[in-house]
């Protein structure tokens, strides 16, 4: 499975990005996709992560400002980001995995991060 997300860049405080992460290879094994970030000198955080099914979980800190969508038919998924704060500034992660486990505990396929820098 190769994952390839895009999208990142500067936003200013308030302000909306939406970054996309698009898989091919044997997708048939993905269950759950998900966006991790990784800011300097922190650990890597799941954001949020979603089931073939649609059900979502958000980390506390984004929840009710980022939106995690998936379009099956496309083997994408999306992020959505409102309300930018500067500390969401990270380098933001695709994983995905066959299990909901797999995604939680990092196990699942990664792809190369984009940059998100919140500033003004």
């Known amino acids: 499975v190769q994952l390839q997300a895009s999208g990142g860049g500067l936003v200013q405080p308030g302000g909306s990005l939406r970054l996309s992460c698009a898989s091919s290879?044997?997708?048939?094994?993905?269950?759950?996709m998900g966006w991790y970030r990784q800011a300097p000198g922190k650990q890597r955080e799941l954001v949020a992560r979603?089931?073939?099914?649609?059900?979502?979980v958000y980390a506390a800190s984004v929840k009710g400002r980022f939106t995690i969508s998936r379009d099956n038919a496309k083997n994408m998924v999306y992020l959505e980001m409102n309300s930018a704060k500067p500390e969401d500034t990270a380098v933001y992660y695709c994983?995905?995995?066959?299990?909901?486990?797999?995604?939680?505990?990092?196990?699942?396929?990664w792809g190369k991060g984009t940059q998100v820098t919140v500033s003004s």
């Open positions: 994983n995905a995995g066959g299990s909901v486990l797999a995604v939680d505990t990092r196990q699942g396929y």
């Open positions: 290879g044997s997708i048939f094994s993905i269950n759950v």
């Open positions: 979603i089931t073939s099914g649609g059900s979502t």
